[in-house]
């Protein structure tokens, strides 16, 4: 793989997740059920950071060059471009594709405690020096590694953000240690680039894989600190409406879901 040799086959499927959200975004109009604009643009935005990680110079650069450029080309297909995808998502988006028999058995990926996992399983497992230059050597295991850093990114996403109910269990507090674990994992596996003492695959050298590591450091704060405001401010949000609402007199059951919803 030399040169600037986009793969066919991840662009044509990004062309045809954006038509079928296109579609479904104008059925729901149809219906009088608007997509907010801001979800069509978080949504819109995921498939250009899809399409800056395949089909530029970044791809090539990273490839055959630099690792940290590699790294980059990493974090953007599995974990930029998944929470913007998720944010651009909604149930009735989504209803046609859950009806599916395969995506409904399939959903149970979404869940919080196998949703995390798979996802630090994935980008711990294809940083390993065999599976890392395999995919470097092979089109169709480049591309499913890809495939793999988009898909695990937007169950991880997904089962923080709820574009679907949740367990019940998983209220805003639990979202704070999960996102510290994402955290977690992001840091442990920059810091091995970073402190490492010998190249690990055969394409880079030891200071640029040095810096890949950097670059996973600091992606990991800009991606992970605005996440734990976030729960942060959902613990405090849903608690003053779970309580107004069993003032209101609402059973603690309906009132907790309610809060966590945003339900009246």
Wanted: aromatic share 10%.
């Amino acid at each position: 793989m030399h040169g600037w040799n986009p793969d066919p086959l991840e662009l044509s499927a990004v062309a045809l997740v954006a038509a079928l959200y296109a579609r479904r975004v104008w059925t729901l109009r149809q219906r009088g059920r608007p997509v907010p604009r801001w979800r069509i643009a978080c949504f819109s935005a995921g498939l250009v950071v899809v399409l800056a990680a395949l089909v530029s110079p970044i791809d090539s650069i990273g490839e055959e060059r630099l690792f940290s450029v590699h790294m980059a080309q990493h974090l953007m297909l599995g974990d930029v471009a998944p929470v913007l995808f998720v944010l651009g998502l909604t149930g009735p988006l989504l209803r046609p594709v859950l009806a599916l028999p395969i995506v409904g058995r399939l959903r149970a990926l979404a869940h919080p405690l196998v949703a995390l996992p798979l996802w630090a399983v994935d980008i711990c497992a294809w940083h390993l020096p065999a599976a890392f230059d395999a995919a470097l050597g092979n089109d169709t295991i480049h591309a499913f590694q890809h495939a793999c850093f988009v898909v695990c990114g937007c169950l991880l996403w997904a089962a923080l953000l709820e574009p679907l109910p949740g367990p019940a269990w998983f209220t805003a507090a639990w979202r704070i240690p999960y996102v510290l674990v994402m955290w977690i994992v992001m840091l442990a596996l920059s810091q091995v680039f970073i402190w490492s003492g010998h190249p690990y695959y055969d394409r880079y050298g030891l200071g640029d894989q040095q810096a890949g590591g950097g670059v996973m450091l600091v992606e990991s704060a800009f991606t992970m600190l605005p996440a734990l405001v976030w729960a942060l401010f959902r613990v405090f949000r849903e608690s003053e409406a779970k309580q107004q609402l069993l003032d209101a007199g609402v059973a603690p059951a309906v009132a907790a879901r309610s809060a966590r919803y945003g339900r009246a």
